[in-house]
């Protein structure tokens, strides 16, 4: 269902016959490529610039080959940060305008779709959780997109981009450590995050509960006030509210567990590498600048998994919403145009119905074999059972 619905969602980024949108994205792709490179080449940097003091600059045929190197090298260095920002923003700004024309499509289909259904859908729903179900759905598309195509695509690429850089200047052990550290990372993080979703489910259930309920009972101020019922309404509206309460504490409960896991998870992955390190350094097999250098790109490759978990809860979170949105979009039109309809002509002729049946539930005919004649100039009313 998931894949369903992001697959659902790929046509509004990707719009047939407007060439700037797609260039957009192209571009914001790869400017995402770009940022997550130079974000990988700043702790590698960082190792040439320590690696760079230890030429004895006592020795005076050094000293200019050591001021050069050096200074060359940090310089690069801060060249990278910018590059990694700079491409950074510029994905944002290039696809700032795609996303929002996306999201303003799929509110427009969400709007139009539910205007098209019949009375009959309409008397069924509840008018304020129909409406937070909709505004949630908008709200998790934009989610969506901002997560999903720009956190954990990006991660995947910065996390290979490690691995190749671990492989190629450092012992196959420092690959694995790293490689055993995120997976079990990832594997707890999804763990406690699905825990986590399906607490954040009953949130939304009471959510929408408390919202239809104020809504009702203000749309209906009048009758509440008539029959003295604003205690009964302030009991069910309470009753929600408590429940959303609980759901909402115990949701900060599990945010600070995982965090806290996450935590350690990552620290002993980097401890268990700093002692490894340690020894190759006094053993002569690691410089100095390697062995910053590696903590530095552990600890970079650390600060995006720390947002792992809120961000995979966000994404979970969006297609619950999503498919809550998508389930009303299913539900078909049951009053529609007919292929090859013509259009309507008035002329000077009467209007005349034979044996018309219609009903919006087969258990409630509204008409059974109704036949009626209206000639021009005619005024005809159709009074149904209750006198409207």
């Not at 009753?239 to 350690?264: C, D, E, I, M, P």
């Amino acid at each position: 269902m998931h894949f369903e619905i992001i697959k659902n969602i790929i046509p509004f980024l990707w719009p047939k016959n407007n060439f700037e949108f797609r260039l957009r994205v192209i571009l914001s792709f790869l400017s995402l490529i770009f940022a997550k490179i130079f974000t990988v080449l700043v702790p590698v940097s960082l190792i040439w610039i320590i690696d760079s003091f230890e030429i004895s600059y006592e020795k005076k045929d050094n000293f200019f080959l050591f001021l050069f190197g050096s200074l060359s090298f940090i310089i690069i260095y801060n060249f990278f940060r910018i590059l990694s920002v700079g491409f950074t923003q510029l994905r944002d700004a290039v696809f700032a305008s795609v996303g929002q024309n996306a999201l303003r499509l799929i509110a427009l289909k969400a709007f139009n779709h539910i205007h098209s259904l019949s009375l009959n859908f309409h008397l069924t729903r509840k008018t304020g959780a129909l409406s937070r179900i909709v505004e949630r759905g908008i709200i998790g598309t934009e989610f969506l997109l901002r997560f999903l195509f720009f956190n954990i695509v990006p991660l995947i690429f910065e996390f290979f981009l490690v691995m190749i850089i671990l492989v190629y200047k450092f012992d196959i052990i420092y690959t694995i450590i790293v490689s055993a550290s995120l997976i079990f990372y990832a594997f707890f993080t999804f763990k406690i995050t699905e825990w986590r979703v399906l607490i954040r489910k009953k949130m939304n259930e009471f959510d929408s509960d408390s919202n239809q309920k104020a809504i009702d009972g203000l749309l209906n101020y009048e009758t509440v006030k008539y029959f003295s019922a604003q205690e009964y309404e302030m009991n069910r509206y309470n009753y929600s509210r408590k429940n959303y309460q609980k759901a909402a504490v115990k949701t900060s409960l599990t945010l600070a567990l995982l965090n806290l896991g996450q935590a350690l998870i990552i620290t002993t992955g980097l401890l268990v590498i700093m002692i490894l390190a340690m020894k190759q350094v006094n053993n002569g097999n690691l410089t100095l600048g390697a062995f910053v250098g590696l903590n530095a790109i552990i600890l970079q490759l650390s600060m995006p998994l720390n947002f792992l978990g809120s961000v995979y809860r966000e994404i979970r979170q969006a297609l619950v919403d999503l498919e809550s949105m998508f389930q009303i979009l299913s539900n078909k039109v049951e009053i529609k145009d007919k292929k090859n309809a013509k259009p309507l002509i008035i002329s000077n002729c009467n209007i005349q119905f034979q044996n018309v049946s219609f009903f919006y539930n087969r258990d409630k005919t509204i008409f059974k074999n109704f036949s009626l004649n209206i000639f021009k100039g005619e005024q005809i009313a159709v009074v149904g059972i209750t006198g409207s």
